[in-house]
């Protein structure tokens, strides 16, 4: 039975052709009803597919810029670090040709995202790479500092005791640790603080990455997973879309919220299972994480 319908008739007879044609009318909504939800299946379908085949496309013309500018890029660097090694380089041109190398090494970053993205997603997660976590996160850390620090943002790292061992590899924590520290720094005014968390939680560890900047605004709320998705004027669009895939890779969980406190803030938060746990996690490996809502948004 899909439902009733039920008739008034307000005190008056229902006389036999209304009876009739209600009779006839409760036949005909069931199939009229599975029509319906067929055509709608059928839209959302062909609106996945399309969106499929726009990222597909996209993906294929990042592919192909990022290949095309990664090698004149890496021989501009060359030319560039030759002339640093030159005692005969002016002083005054030393600091400039150094900003050019930082600035190569940043479009290389972006292009590195951009070819990642573009490729396939390797499922690795059930193929026995682990890490500690504890050793990824420091490592993150000292190489971003140097930002932190040009930023005048504290970066500050803390990791419980115990073993911190994930069932991820090193390079995709690291991967989705970067991008998360890179957009909390970004998201930072001078003075502020982010800080990069690991402790054991639930049969895993939970990373957590807080900052005390203004937040993701109302307005994009929805949109921040989407690739391409940016508000950045040199942003790519594509730091969370890499940390969901890698998070979902490996069975884990990506969680956000913000404000965090005070109107302020953006806390994300990553499960990763631990090392032991693998065999049970396997058998989700790829599963699609989703963001958590604040309480505003489930309003
Ligand atoms: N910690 C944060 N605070 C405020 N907004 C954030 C934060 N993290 C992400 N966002 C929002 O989510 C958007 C998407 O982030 P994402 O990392 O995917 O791309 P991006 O940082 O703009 O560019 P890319 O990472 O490719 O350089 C950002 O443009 C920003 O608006
Ligand atoms: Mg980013």
Not at 81 to 98: I, M, V
Not at 122 to 137: F, W
């Amino acid at each position: 039975m899909l439902g009733v319908l039920q008739v008034k008739p307000h005190g008056a007879m229902l006389s036999g052709e209304t009876a009739a044609a209600l009779e006839f009318l409760c036949e005909q909504l069931p199939a009229t009803l599975d029509l319906c939800r067929l055509i709608e299946e059928k839209l959302q379908l062909e609106r996945e597919l399309a969106e499929r085949e726009r990222l597909a496309a996209l993906g294929q013309m990042a592919a192909s810029i990022s290949h095309n500018l990664k090698n004149p890029l890496g021989s501009m660097k060359t030319i560039l670090q030759l002339q640093l090694e030159s005692a005969a380089l002016p002083e005054t041109l030393r600091g400039e040709t150094r900003l050019v190398v930082e600035e190569i090494d940043r479009l290389s970053t972006k292009l590195n995202q951009l070819l990642r993205f573009s490729r396939p997603a390797v499922r690795s997660g059930g193929s026995g790479a682990s890490c500690d976590a504890r050793e990824v996160g420091e490592a993150v850390t000292s190489v971003l500092r140097h930002e932190a620090e040009r930023r005048g943002v504290c970066l500050d790292t803390q990791a419980s005791e115990g073993s911190l061992r994930v069932a991820a590899s090193a390079e995709a924590v690291n991967e989705i640790l970067s991008n998360l520290v890179v957009n909390a720094l970004e998201a930072t005014p001078k003075g502020g603080h982010v800080t990069l968390r690991a402790a054991p939680a639930g049969g895993g560890v939970e990373f957590a990455v807080e900052d005390d900047g203004a937040g993701i605004s109302p307005g994009v709320r929805e949109r921040i997973l989407r690739p391409f998705f940016t508000t950045k004027a040199q942003g790519t669009g594509l730091g969370l879309a890499i940390v969901e895939r890698r998070v979902a890779e490996f069975g884990g969980k990506l969680e956000w919220e913000s404000p965090v406190r005070d109107s302020r803030g953006t806390r994300f938060r990553v499960w990763l299972p631990a090392e032991d746990a693998k065999p049970a996690i396997s058998g989700v490996t790829g599963k699609r994480s989703t963001p958590s809502r604040t309480v505003e948004e489930a309003e």
